[in-house]
């Protein structure tokens, strides 16, 4: 069984930083694509940064130059700093993982539990 499992969110005043990190747990021998999305209430839940296995990665506009995305391939674990932090930050942050090679087949689209991250002085 894979699972997610994402820590690191909490409150922060604007300008403030957290890092958020997610491990992946089960029989897994690699993980293709890596990612953040976020959901703000009222809003649909957007892409923040994925990290493919070597290494690349892409963000969204709205938080380029100020989150930086990695990962630690050998512990299947995916972070996110961010840094700079703004009120429209504030969203429930969800760890994604896609293309998950186990010993015995490859798994699509996992989702770990949310992580609350709330940017308010």
């Known amino acids: 069984q894979v699972q997610l499992v994402e820590s690191g969110g909490g409150l922060v005043q604007p300008g403030g930083s957290l890092r958020l990190s997610c491990a992946a747990s089960?029989?897994?021998?690699?993980?293709?694509?890596m990612g953040w999305y976020r959901q703000a209430p009222g809003k649909q839940r957007e892409l923040v940064a994925a990290?493919?296995?070597?290494?690349?990665?892409n963000y969204a506009d709205s938080v380029k130059g100020r989150f930086t995305i990695s990962r630690d391939n050998a512990k299947n674990t995916v972070y996110l700093q961010m840094s700079s932090l703004k009120p429209e930050d504030t969203a429930v942050y969800y760890c994604?993982?896609?293309?998950?090679?186990?010993?015995?087949?490859?798994?699509?689209?996992?989702w770990g539990q949310g992580t609350q991250v709330t940017v308010s002085s």
């Open positions: 994604n993982a896609d293309r998950i090679r186990t010993p015995w087949d490859v798994r699509y689209d996992y």
């Open positions: 089960g029989r897994i021998v690699s993980i293709n694509i």
């Open positions: 990290i493919g296995s070597r290494g690349s990665a």
